[in-house]
């Protein structure tokens, strides 16, 4: 069975600030992994994936994600946080295909001025 | 291409009534699943179509949920009857090659 932890519910930075949240995984396949945003009232965008092919991904809006095997790591990156990124984060896994996504419980993404 | 299209977006009932959602997926998508995404947690398959088969609908509760897809394009998930820890927002995604992508999703309160 897959399942997603990420740490820390709740994640606050300044703006300008280097935004890091944590995702760890666990599968018994060769994972897809891929990171979502939510915006209040409004359904789940995707930020980017990794399928296998290079371990560092760049997604929309300056994220990054690195996937790390032997960390079982997937962690979310961005160089400069925008007050306009606070938001709910969910990191998800699946074996791929049309197989379906296994969500964390998600961390929210606060902005300080 | 237009996206996912979910309704009604916010429904209040009382417990114990039923209700109906709807999703219109994205066109020449064959695969539809609907997540449940209680408030704190992320979301949890309900049920997942290909075509108008299921394929995967073990986490659904279907002592009181049902979902069908007639023609293999628009979807429809039912409750009845309601109960308090129905409460939700409950999300429709189509997928193909390796993504998902999700309807605004339906807030369901149950009174």
């Known amino acids: 069975a897959q399942s997603v932890t990420q740490l820390g519910s709740h994640v606050s930075v300044s703006e300008g600030a280097l935004v890091l949240l944590r995702c760890n995984y666990s599968s018994s396949v060769p994972p897809y992994l891929f990171w979502y945003v939510q915006y209040p009232n409004q359904g789940l965008q995707l930020l980017l994936k990794?399928?296998?092919?290079?371990?560092l991904v760049k997604g929309i809006n300056d994220f990054e994600a690195e996937f790390k095997k032997s960390e079982t790591s997937f962690h979310l990156t961005k160089p400069s946080a925008h007050m306009s990124d606070a938001a709910e984060y969910f990191c998800a896994v699946s074996e791929g295909g049309n197989t379906p996504l296994v969500f964390g419980k998600g961390t929210r993404l606060s902005v300080i001025a | 291409e237009a996206g996912v299209a979910q309704s009604p977006r916010y429904k209040i009932i009382e417990k114990r009534q039923s209700v109906a959602f709807w999703c219109n997926p994205i066109s020449g998508h064959a695969t539809l699943y609907w997540y449940q995404q209680i408030l704190g947690q992320g979301p949890k398959l309900l049920i997942q179509f290909q075509n108008n088969g299921v394929v995967d609908d073990s986490q659904l509760p279907k002592d009181r949920f049902s979902a069908e897809r007639l023609k293999g394009v628009d979807s429809t998930l039912k409750i009845q009857p309601a109960k308090l820890e129905d409460s939700a927002v409950y999300l429709c995604?189509?997928?193909?090659?390796?993504?998902?992508?999700f309807g605004p999703g339906t807030r369901l309160t149950v009174t």
């Open positions: 995604a189509s997928g193909r090659a390796n993504e998902q992508y």
């Open positions: 990794y399928t296998s092919a290079a371990t």
